[in-house]
């Protein structure tokens, strides 16, 4: 099993920046991709960027790219991402996932799931 606590979320104004983190415990060397999904009140989860453990891939939802950056440190077993220019339709609960095998966009493709940490823009 893979433990993950995600950290991080805040309250900013539109236009802050802010760094999320999630930390990996447990049997890591069984991710083999890393991934921020969000949730805002009323919508579905939606992917918002992923990240290859070993080969060091990303991709970006179109809402977010140009501003958002999904980054590693394998040796501490953390993902960070990255926001910058933060909008109001920012606003969600944000989840750190794990999946053993593909990296996609897809809630169905992780496997394992942090707790959420909550990132509010205000404008």
């Known amino acids: 099993q893979v433990q993950l606590v995600d950290s991080g979320g805040d309250s900013v104004q539109a236009g802050g920046s802010l760094r999320l983190s999630c930390a990996a415990s447990g049997y890591t060397f069984s991710r083999n991709c890393m991934g921020w999904f969000r949730e805002a009140p009323g919508k579905e989860r939606e992917g918002v960027a992923g990240i290859y453990v070993r080969g060091g891939g990303t991709w970006l939802a179109d809402s977010v790219k140009g501003r958002f950056t999904i980054s590693q440190d394998n040796a501490k077993n953390t993902v960070y991402l990255q926001m910058n220019s933060l909008k109001p339709e920012d606003t969600a609960m944000y989840y750190c996932?794990?999946?053993?095998?593909?990296?996609?966009?897809?809630?169905?493709?992780?496997?394992?799931w942090g707790q959420g940490t909550q990132v509010t823009v205000s404008s």
């Open positions: 996932a794990g999946s053993r095998v593909f990296c996609g966009r897809k809630m169905d493709t992780y496997n394992y």
